[in-house]
């Protein structure tokens, strides 16, 4: 909404629309709407990713040549497709 009345705002004064004609309902729900469902589809997967994570950086804590060798790995696969 502060975008919005930030760009009502602004308007040029030869081009001004008025207050209902510029801020248009169903514009406004779509949007937040859509906004909404990325906010709770990232908030869903961080909360079923949360616990394999935890998991995988606990293992890694107590092996950690088994976490440099990943990283390396990572590092040199990066370098190859970079070559390509």
Known sequence: PGNE???YTLQPPDRK???????KPVNYMRSTGVGATIMGIALC???LATPYAEMLFA???DHKLVGVGILVAA???????KNK
């Open 75 to 81: 590092f040199a696969a990066v370098g190859m497709l």
């Open 5 to 7: 009345w930030r760009g």
């Open 45 to 47: 997967m961080g909360m």
């Open 17 to 23: 629309l008025p207050f209902f004609e510029y801020f």
């Open 59 to 61: 293992y890694l804590k």
